[in-house]
């Protein structure tokens, strides 16, 4: 099979757009950040920590999971740099992160499930 390398000429200047299309690696970033939230459990734990911060057992309870499960996506979430954690004592807490990749998982987790947050 032939690579297309001419563009049809519609209405549309798409030689124009895709010099302002992003590289490669930002395709494939966002693409395992779709992957990370495709997951219903961390889709789960995101919606929580969305609206509240939460310790691990707390979390666990909410999605009835065991602890060690739940420690596993929050440590993906957490590499993914989507929620955050602090210590308090023996408890560490876990809220969403104020990146703007969070903002936006947030605004559309509230439209999804149709849920409007406090300002």
């Given at each position: 099979?032939?690579?297309?390398?001419?563009?049809?000429?519609?209405?549309?200047?798409?030689?124009?757009?895709?010099?302002?299309?992003?590289p490669l690696p930002a395709f494939e970033q966002a693409s395992?950040?779709?992957?990370?939230?495709?997951?219903?459990?961390?889709?789960?734990?995101?919606?929580?920590?969305?609206?509240?911060?939460?310790?691990?057992?707390?979390?666990?309870?909410?999605?009835?999971?065991?602890?060690?499960?739940?420690?596993?996506?929050l440590r993906l979430l957490r590499q993914a740099g989507l929620i955050s954690a602090r210590r308090t004592g023996k408890e560490i807490f876990y809220k969403l992160t104020a990146s703007p990749e969070a903002a936006l998982l947030h605004k559309s987790i509230d439209d999804i499930f149709d849920i409007s947050c406090p300002k």
């Amino acid at each position: 099979m032939t690579e297309q390398t001419e563009f049809h000429h519609h209405h549309a200047d798409t030689a124009a757009m895709l010099k302002k299309m992003p590289p490669l690696p930002a395709f494939e970033q966002a693409s395992e950040m779709f992957a990370l939230i495709s997951d219903p459990t961390r889709l789960r734990i995101l919606w929580l920590l969305c609206h509240c911060e939460e310790c691990v057992n707390n979390i666990a309870a909410a999605v009835k999971m065991s602890s060690p499960a739940v420690s596993h996506h929050l440590r993906l979430l957490r590499q993914a740099g989507l929620i955050s954690a602090r210590r308090t004592g023996k408890e560490i807490f876990y809220k969403l992160t104020a990146s703007p990749e969070a903002a936006l998982l947030h605004k559309s987790i509230d439209d999804i499930f149709d849920i409007s947050c406090p300002k």
